[in-house]
């Protein structure tokens, strides 16, 4: 790979370097030669990784890497008053913001896979990785979550292939060149930027404008919102279960004893091959469809796609079983929107137990406010709830919103929930209160994870 849109910079800053993009981007470029030094506010095992790979970060701000950089790189998420934003803003040095940056690589790969969509684009991706792995295909890889087979967030390949996640918030993913577009659903999401569905629905719309010549969109036709911007473009490779009238249809499914399904697939209406994953959940045949699709176009043998399903076990964070607090299951998800919070909902059923314990931290201060009443009606499904603190993320609280509001809402339909301040509250509830078959899940985009693996370690002294 050349790079030769990038060659110009061959010292380069990252601001916010510990991101789970901002990090695979900083270890792919390292080994395609150039130098990556980075700043982030803490230490976590992204920024441990690139440290053993002998990069220099600063946990802080570090004026001099910036001086000696030829291209600033940031996150959305860096305020203008960062001190080294600032300094680069005042020495009139070269910035690209992350999306625009990994746009410029995508530039360079001459198949690039974008996966878009409001929900599911980590498992996507993941499974399309896998896939192509599977293939022998060689593929570079950049996905939103650790994944076990490439052993991180990122991957290397020396193919033409470059496999990611395509994120629409302030419209990042009208930076990319893709050649291949995978739509897996539109919904209301980010709304302290896009307002209203429609303006989500003229993003991805631009987005499939964003098509290189030839390229494909495989687009799920059993959200209509997806079809509804799509009515008059072309090169369009239909998915779906409800519909019959699309290009590959899962039928004949079943769930297993375990809660993993299994399908048959239809290719233009004849049969094309069986399918069982290990991945549980409804949700995850569309994403398997989808996955499908793609392989399928790139000339994939059926059986390839198949083991490479298979073999996929699931992205870190997405409804995955972290561990026990005496025998009692805990698992963990990333869902932090009442769409993604449902799927946990309907996953949760599929396992044998007594009552749910939903452990959920709300993410953001807009999102909490803009689905305050579908995330009452969703998490009131659970059999019991503990609301921490809004997690802030990019945020500040500005809103005049708080988890207890939720907690008001919740309580309207489910009398078993309440609000804890800290994890170390929420820990000492849990030990006092769930009992034999019960199942713990820990549900946010956040840190609320850390409560399950605390209480399984304290099962473990």
Known sequence: MTFENLKQYKTIHMIGIGGVSMSGLAEHLTHFGFTITGSDQKENDFIKHLKEMGLTITIGHNLDLVKNADLIVYTAAIPTTDIEYAYSVE???????????????????????????????????????????????????????????????????????????????????LKFSPHTEIILNIDTDHLDYFKNLDNIKQSFLKFTEQLTENGHIIANFDDQNTKDILKNKTNIISYGIKNQDTNFQAVNIEIDNYGYPKFDVLKN????????????????????????????????????IKNGLRNFTGANRRFEKIGEYKNIPIFDDYAHHPTEILTTYQSSKDIPHQKTWAIFEPHTYSRTKDHLNEFAEVLSKFDNIILADIYAARET?????????????????????????????????????????DIIITIGAGTINQVGYQLKEECLV
Do not use: W
Request: proline share 1%.
């Open 91 to 173: 020495q009139n040095k070269k910035m690209m913001e992350r999306s625009e940056f990994l746009g410029e690589i995508t530039k360079s790969y001459q198949e690039c896979i974008c996966i878009s969509g409001t929900h599911g684009k980590t498992t996507t991706t993941s499974m399309i990785a896998c896939c192509f792995l599977e293939a022998n295909l060689d593929p570079s890889i950049e996905v939103g979550a650790y994944l076990k087979q490439i052993k991180g967030n990122n991957r290397t390949g020396n193919s033409k292939y470059f496999i990611l996640e395509a994120c629409e918030y302030v419209d990042s993913f």
């Open 269 to 304: 209406q004849k049969y094309y091959e069986s399918f069982q994953l290990n991945v549980r959940g409804f949700h995850n045949i569309l994403n398997a469809l989808a996955t499908i699709a793609t392989c399928d176009l790139y000339k994939i043998n059926s059986l390839i």
């Open 397 to 437: 609280d500005t809103l005049n919103i708080s988890s207890e509001d939720l907690l008001i809402k919740i309580q309207e339909q489910n009398p078993n929930c309440i609000y804890l301040k800290s994890y170390e509250q929420i820990i000492e509830y849990l030990k006092k209160n769930v009992k034999k078959d």
